[in-house]
């Protein structure tokens, strides 16, 4: 008769990277499908040194905790989140959090593309795996920067953005569109942002 080990299994936490500058449906869709793989899932809320930031690190945590409440709350079913903000390389962060995987969710070919050559870096370097989500078709064009060039340049922003972020998002975009944020003014100006995830 086979005998079973007693070991405990293993925790499984995996790390979600980005900037997240803002939240959109597409990173929740990728946390929603996380948190049905792993054990525990940390958001980690990065800064792009190559990037204008709108929100500040503060401000993104704290929207991102409340969407991520609301999401456990509807489903209470799988893994706990965790939302904390870091600076420097995102393997060092997730190797002191003990962390299983990096967690990435791919929208197109093109993310294939680089998301497949930071994880073979991230294996070789780290010895971190790296676990990708396939995106809802709806998502597959949606990225952050987009969203901030709706906001510098749309008009009816409730209309615009209402089916690539949260009401939350959109009244917090509306405020900074309205305090004339360098971040959104330059890109009336036609100085447009690369895309991101």
Request: glycine share 8%.
């Amino acid at each position: 008769m086979a005998q079973h080990s007693a070991h405990k299994p293993a925790h499984h936490l995996a790390v979600f990277p980005g900037s997240f500058d803002p939240i959109t449906f597409g990173h929740l869709d990728v946390i929603a499908r996380g948190r049905r793989l792993f054990d525990e899932l940390v958001v980690a809320v990065g800064r792009n040194p190559g990037k204008a930031e709108l929100f500040t690190p503060d401000e993104r945590v704290s929207t991102i905790r409340k969407l991520c409440d609301e999401m456990i709350a509807k489903e209470p079913e799988g893994a706990t989140v965790r939302v904390e903000s870091f600076t420097g390389l995102t393997v060092d962060f997730a190797t002191q959090l003990g962390a299983t995987a990096l967690l990435r969710g791919i929208r197109n070919l093109s993310d294939l593309q680089y998301e497949v050559q930071q994880a073979v870096t991230n294996r070789e370097v780290a010895k971190l795996e790296t676990a990708f989500v396939v995106a809802g078709q709806s998502f597959a064009y949606t990225s952050s920067s987009l969203i901030k060039q709706l906001t510098a340049l749309g008009r009816d922003l409730d209309e615009a953005l209402k089916p690539m972020v949260p009401a939350v998002v959109i009244e917090a975009l509306k405020a900074k569109k309205a305090e004339g944020h360098p971040a959104l003014t330059r890109l009336v100006g036609g100085e447009l942002m690369r895309d991101d995830s």
